[in-house]
């Protein structure tokens, strides 16, 4: 079946074709409507927004702040489960990479990452890296120059604790 354009269900209808109507076509030419209108008035409606914001700032900071109080727990729960999957734990490791003061683009960061998950040994000692959770000197780690704060290799914990990949490469 072929797609019906918003502009076409938010063109007017007379009377008699409005009763042949059901509830759900009804919805669905109220939200094309929207949605053109949406489309028509988009930087208007951005700019009232921003200034809507700009005026109510402590308005909107207090009622962020109780809502995330009385639904702490469900937020914590959700936190939890998200960082159990595959995108909760790269979201993580990158914002760690970030705050230890990695600074990369994002397609970089991409790249970086997925060579994190599979290189399976020690860019320095050739040891094989381990990826379980558990510190231990086999675990894979991001090393990175603390003066230029660009990335350098993947290595095992003991290298990068100690820099003796130095012992390798310099």
């Not at 999957?85 to 990369?104: A, H, Q, V």
């Not at 399976?120 to 230029?148: A, F, M, W």
């Amino acid at each position: 079946m072929a797609e019906i354009s918003d502009e076409y269900l938010a063109r007017k209808l007379t009377s008699v074709e409005k009763k042949l109507l059901t509830p759900e076509e009804k919805r669905e030419r109220q939200l094309a409507r929207n949605r053109v209108s949406y489309q028509k008035n988009k930087e208007k409606i951005l700019k009232q927004k921003k200034k809507y914001k700009e005026k109510n700032k402590e308005k909107l900071k207090e009622k962020n702040r109780g809502y995330y109080q009385e639904n702490k727990d469900e937020r914590q729960e959700y936190n939890k489960e998200y960082s159990q999957t595959p995108s909760g734990k790269k979201s993580n490791t990158i914002s760690k990479w970030k705050c230890s003061g990695l600074r990369e683009s994002e397609e970089d960061l991409e790249w970086i990452y997925d060579l994190f998950l599979h290189q399976e040994l020690c860019y320095s000692c050739d040891v094989k890296l381990t990826r379980d959770g558990i510190k231990c000197p086999t675990q894979s780690c991001l090393d990175h120059n603390h003066t230029t704060n660009r990335f350098r290799q993947i290595c095992c914990r003991a290298c990068n604790n100690w820099d003796s990949w130095m012992q390798y490469w310099c």
